[in-house]
């Protein structure tokens, strides 16, 4: 397992990133090769989840939002959103519209690399093309049901199940998406649930996955964890000067009015 790898499994447990979250940041990670169609495709089976879609979306605009190092997280990002633009739910492109000023504004990305290359060109083109696409109307139409096609075909054949069946084989598609969609709003629910048969197979592969295998990984990940405890612990202490003024500003009258000195066991002199 790579050290980014590693890195990512710990930060999804730490961070307690759901399975849709976890998803895009596999489709959409450092690594240097493409995000696997397969992956792309059961994201895209997500969006017609109204939970789901929520979590995809705003874990791509955080992608979106990386810049300099992590290039390949915002070129990665284009390419999923571009995806899932012709594949996905209409709300997809929909949402994309809605904020296209963030989408055009890394028309301007730039980042040179160690080399000297320009890796920005990457993410500058793949705009164009995501930009071009939410503005045409009818090509959206013309890609979308292409795209669908394309995919209804791959799974039919990927099923083992003749072309004359296509009909049933997609009704039936309809019905386990639609099976999905209810039972990752039921694992999202409740802690219970999602501690279900139903929901934990995955995220005790994350678990089994992430567990040290040799001292080496043991000691690499305490050194992550420890790292991403500091920096959760400095955010906490910029957050905390901030709020203290208006912790000072509430009277001894009003902490009394709520009871919170014998909640606290707090003597007011």
């Known amino acids: 397992m790579t050290t980014s790898a590693l890195r ?6 730490v961070h307690n990133y759901s399975e849709a979250e976890i998803k895009v940041r596999e489709a959409t990670s450092n690594d240097p090769w493409g995000p696997p169609s397969s992956l792309m495709s059961e994201i895209a089976d997500l969006t017609f989840n109204t939970v789901a879609f929520a979590e995809v979306m705003g874990m791509i605009w955080r992608r979106l ?10 070129y990665k990002a284009l390419t999923l959103l571009d995806y899932l633009i012709k594949t996905g739910s209409e709300k997809v492109a929909h949402q994309c519209r809605e904020n296209l000023y963030t989408i055009q504004t890394l028309k301007e990305f730039q980042y040179i690399d160690r080399d000297g290359k320009d890796q920005g060109i990457n993410v500058r083109e793949k705009v164009k093309q995501v930009m071009s696409l939410l503005k045409d109307e009818d090509r959206l139409k013309q890609e979308r049901a292409y795209a669908l096609k394309t995919k209804e075909r791959m799974s039919v054949e990927g099923m083992g199940i003749s072309s004359s069946n296509s009909n049933s084989h997609q009704l039936a598609y309809g019905r386990r998406a639609s099976q999905y969609g ?34 080496g990984e043991e000691e690499l990940q305490l050194q992550l964890a420890l790292a991403m405890s500091r920096e959760e612990a400095e955010k906490v202490m910029a957050f905390v000067p901030n709020q203290l003024p208006y912790s000072l500003a509430i009277t001894k009258g009003e902490h009394q009015a709520h009871s919170l000195p014998q909640r606290l066991n707090v003597s007011w002199t």
């Open 182 to 215: 209810d039972d990752y709003s039921r694992s999202r629910g409740s802690p219970s649930s999602f501690n279900s048969s139903s929901s934990s197979p995955r995220f005790s592969s994350d678990l089994e996955q992430a567990r040290p295998q040799t001292t």
């Open 65 to 74: 939002n990386d810049s300099g190092k992590n290039w390949r997280h915002v």
């Open 8 to 13: 990512r499994q710990v930060k999804n447990i």
